[in-house]
């Protein structure tokens, strides 16, 4: 009883399987909570934080003035589930991200704003024989471009145009929107992946704490500034597609983590293991006897980067 009582926000072991992930869209980022650093710095890379997470306009990032308007605008170290949760329906945030320094290691960790669980988390030790002050801003960006590299999944399903429907089809074929922000190489004739995302123990989820299942596939057919079109190939039985279902893009997925996530000789990079079974090419959607099971753990964490930029 003891140990049911100590799970956050009165989840099990059991119950905690079956916790399905949705979108992240809205964060919060709470500025940076650096004793020994001035000031300037650690608004410096506040600031820089913001804007590396708003490049893509995949995200939604609440605002100085409405954090100051909430009476929350201020530095935050590590979250117990009961505050985030608190802050998450106060703040109306998906997800929320504080950076804190302990002696010379910066941590930068996001939580879920539901369910107050980790999603993430990492840290990088500053270099001893530097001043911490001008180490910050580089630091601060390693660790949110390396947040943005864990993401199993690179867009979401949208409605088309006057569609009323997540799918339509044409010419024998059904075909979906994704939102995909801007400034991606995703390419016409990429494979993607509809994905369903579930909690499957208490580590970050973007760092082992999931198991991943692809519930649909598709390819390119057009890109956008901001979306690409998808036909379905193929589709697990009884599933349906939904507005805002998660998709992955594996050459996308391939591609971020190797541009923005952080390498080093001892890192432990995060890997998916993803296990297909033989599905018939001719088989189109939405035939009722298409298969698709493909299933799968995001594990993996991320090790301590030395940086040496100054």
């Known amino acids: 009883m003891l140990l049911l009582l100590l799970l956050p ?25 650096v004793p020994d650093s001035p000031e300037k710095e650690s608004e410096d890379a506040w600031w820089k934080i913001r804007e590396e997470l708003t490049k893509s306009r995949r995200f939604f990032i609440a605002s100085r003035n409405f954090m100051i308007k909430k009476d929350v605008f201020q530095p935050r170290g590590a979250l117990v589930p009961a505050d985030c949760i608190i802050l998450g329906r106060l703040l109306d945030a998906q997800a929320l991200i504080v950076t804190y320094l302990d002696k010379r290691t910066l941590t930068m960790t996001v939580y879920e704003g539901t369910e107050g669980l980790t999603l993430w988390t990492q840290s990088v030790d500053l270099h001893q024989g530097l001043p911490i002050g001008p180490q ?59 994905i369903e995302l579930k909690r499957s123990n208490f580590d970050p989820l973007f760092q082992g704490g999931s198991e991943v299942r692809v519930a649909a596939e598709g390819i390119v057919t057009e890109v956008f500034e901001e979306s690409v079109v998808v036909r379905l190939d193929k589709i697990q039985p009884e599933h349906q597609i939904q507005e805002l279902d998660l998709v992955r893009f594996p050459n996308e997925f391939r591609r971020v983590q190797d541009e923005l996530a952080i390498k080093d000789d001892l890192a432990k990079r995060a890997h998916s293991h993803w296990v297909s079974m033989n599905l018939d090419p001719n088989q189109k959607a939405p035939d009722e006897k298409r298969a698709l099971i493909t299933s799968g753990a995001f594990l993996g964490s991320l090790a301590a980067f030395l940086l040496l930029a100054f």
């Open 9 to 33: 926000h009165g989840l099990t072991r059991a119950n905690t399987e079956q916790a399905k992930h949705s979108f992240i869209r809205r964060l919060v980022v709470f500025p940076l909570l």
């Open 136 to 194: 910050i801003v580089a630091s601060s960006m390693n660790l949110i471009r390396d947040f943005i590299a864990s993401f199993p999944y690179q867009g979401f399903h949208i409605l088309a145009p006057l569609k009323t429907t997540p799918l339509y089809r044409d010419k024998d074929n059904d075909y979906g929107h994704i939102y995909v922000g801007v400034n991606s190489k995703i390419q016409v004739n990429d494979k993607c992946e509809w």
